[in-house]
């Protein structure tokens, strides 16, 4: 089965400020790659995604992902955090051959400091 | 165009009391999947449906049951509720492609387990 690690539970930024938050892989082979965001109280909402094609992918509300496949990573960025951008984050991965189970990291709660 | 549907929004369940947790969808998505959010371990898939009449187990599937009998619904029964079954649960649909595999999320239900 598929692991997918993510550093850090809790990231803190200063608004303005980059946004780097870490997501690692265990396949060998590339999955599908994904982020999502979950506000207070909500569903998750789709961020971005990588399936196939150009490593860096850019989504909604200015972040971007670079898919590294010789480093297993799929890091999310922002250049300069906003207030609204506080939330927790979810990397999630699926198998290109079983593309209906993911497996999700454990998640980064992301506080934005005025 | 309600996309996903859950209820109910909150539970309050005894030790070994039984219910079911109701996901619906208007998507006409092939795959249907439960999850269940706990803190610090993200998203788990409980079990998931590939269509109608179909269904299979995820990574944490003790304690709970599912059926399909429609490509709309997917409810989650739980027979003998357990205080470890405390959880948020999530539904999910996805489309049966192999490159479009995004998952969209219901607004969850938040279970208490005494």
């Known amino acids: 089965a598929q692991s997918v690690t993510q550093l850090g539970s809790h990231v803190s930024v200063s608004e303005g400020a980059l946004v780097l938050l870490r997501c690692n892989y265990s396949?060998?082979?590339?999955?599908?790659l994904f982020w999502y965001v979950q506000y207070p109280n909500q569903g998750l909402q789709l961020l971005l995604k990588?399936?196939?094609?150009?490593?860096l992918v850019k989504g909604i509300n200015g972040f971007e992902a670079e898919f590294k496949k010789s480093e297993t990573s799929f890091h999310l960025t922002k250049p300069s955090a906003h207030m609204s951008d506080a939330a927790e984050y979810f990397c999630?991965?699926?198998?290109?051959?079983?593309?209906?189970?993911?497996?999700f990291g454990s998640g980064t709660k992301l506080n934005v400091k005025p | 165009n309600a996309g996903v549907t859950q209820t109910p929004k909150f539970q309050v369940l005894k030790t070994g009391q039984s219910m079911t947790l109701q996901c619906a969808q208007d998507?006409?998505?092939?795959?249907m999947s439960w999850y269940r959010q706990d803190p610090g371990m993200g998203l788990r898939l409980i079990h998931y449906?590939?269509?109608?009449?179909?269904?299979d187990q995820g990574e944490v599937p003790n304690g709970y049951n599912v059926s399909r009998s429609t490509t709309e619904d997917f409810p989650l029964r739980l027979l003998s509720a357990a205080p470890s079954q405390t959880s948020v649960y999530f539904c999910?649909?996805?489309?049966?492609?192999?490159?479009?595999?995004?998952?969209?999320f219901g607004p969850g239900t938040r279970l208490t387990v005494l």
């Open positions: 449906s590939v269509g109608a009449g179909i269904t």
């Open positions: 990588y399936t196939t094609g150009a490593t």
């Open positions: 999630a991965v699926s198998d290109r051959d079983n593309f209906n189970k993911f497996y």
């Open positions: 998507m006409n998505h092939e795959y």
């Open positions: 396949s060998s082979v590339p999955p599908y």
């Open positions: 999910a649909v996805q489309l049966a492609s192999g490159v479009y595999n995004e998952q969209f």
